[in-house]
Nanobody, 118 residues
C-alpha cells in the first residue's frame, strides 16, 4: 500500500513564493515519474510539472520560468518551488506518482490549497 501526502500550501500575496512538498510512501520511489497538477474551481485539472527519477523535468506552459520541481530519492519526497505567484495560480495542487512499470497503479494525493490574493 502506498500514499502521497502534500503539504506547504497556504495564502500568499501576488509576487510571493511558496514551496510545496509531497512525501511518498512507496516501496521503490525510483520506479515513479513524480508530478504536480492543479485544479482551479470550475476548471479542468492541468499539468504543472513532472520529474523523472534521473532528474529530467517538464513544465506546463503557464508556469515555465516561475516554478521549479525537484525530488530527493533518499527521502521519497518531491518538491515544487513556486515563485512570482499571481492570482491565476490559485488552485488545489495535487501530487502524482506515475509508475514506469505499467502493472503498478497511478497514484494521487489529496491536494493542498494555494491561494494567491492581496
Amino acid at each position: 500500500q502506498v500514499q502521497l501526502v502534500e503539504s506547504g500550501g497556504g495564502l500568499v500575496q501576488p509576487g510571493g513564493s511558496l514551496r510545496l512538498s509531497c512525501a511518498a510512501s512507496v516501496t521503490v520511489f525510483g520506479l515513479y515519474v513524480m508530478g504536480w497538477y492543479r485544479q482551479a474551481p470550475g476548471k479542468q485539472r492541468e499539468l504543472v510539472a513532472t520529474i523523472t527519477s534521473g532528474g529530467s523535468t517538464k513544465y506546463g506552459d503557464s508556469v515555465k520560468g516561475r516554478f521549479t520541481i525537484s525530488r530527493d530519492n533518499t527521502k521519497n519526497t518531491v518538491y515544487l518551488q513556486m515563485n512570482s505567484l499571481n492570482p491565476q495560480d490559485t488552485a488545489v495542487y495535487y501530487c502524482n506518482a506515475d509508475p514506469t512499470k505499467r502493472y503498478l497503479a497511478d497514484l494521487w494525493g489529496q491536494g493542498t490549497q494555494v491561494t494567491v490574493s492581496s
